[in-house]
């Protein structure tokens, strides 16, 4: 199964105190596939960031293999905004379901409550 990461998942497996690194290593050993979109990234690369961090990053989710955010999921994106309540201050929420939503992945976050209204996102 493809998973993508939200950020908060990306955040709590790479940064201190790295709660959430034992889920990313069983999903590598069970064999899933693990993305992160261009959206994730770019939330993951503007926020303070050390050394180290960006270095597990790119040895796990090397930049140039970022999922896009494409006009497939530009579009996905704005049907979710259109079509879901509230969807003001979401912007982000939703471009990030739509990239999973679009390469058929489940979305790993440690927010679920942001996502549990996206019709069709499973959550891993």
């Known amino acids: 199964m493809t998973i993508h ?4 998942a990306l955040v709590g497996a790479l940064t201190a105190p790295r709660d959430s ?19 994730v990234l770019y939330e993951w690369l503007r926020g303070p960031r050390t050394v180290g961090e960006l270095r597990r990053q790119e040895e796990l989710f090397p930049r140039e293999q970022a999922v ?9 994106a704005a049907a979710l905004y259109v079509r879901l309540p509230r969807p003001r201050g979401r912007d982000l ?8 939503l679009v390469d058929e992945a489940a979305l790993w976050t440690l927010n679920p409550n942001d996502f549990s209204d996206v019709p069709g996102l499973r959550l891993a």
């Open 5 to 8: 990461l939200d950020t908060s």
């Open 21 to 39: 690194v034992d889920r990313l290593y069983t999903f590598i050993e069970e064999g899933h596939r693990l993305r992160v979109s261009s959206i």
């Open 68 to 76: 896009p955010f494409d006009t497939e999921a530009a579009a996905q």
């Open 93 to 100: 929420d939703l471009a990030i379901a739509a990239c999973a």
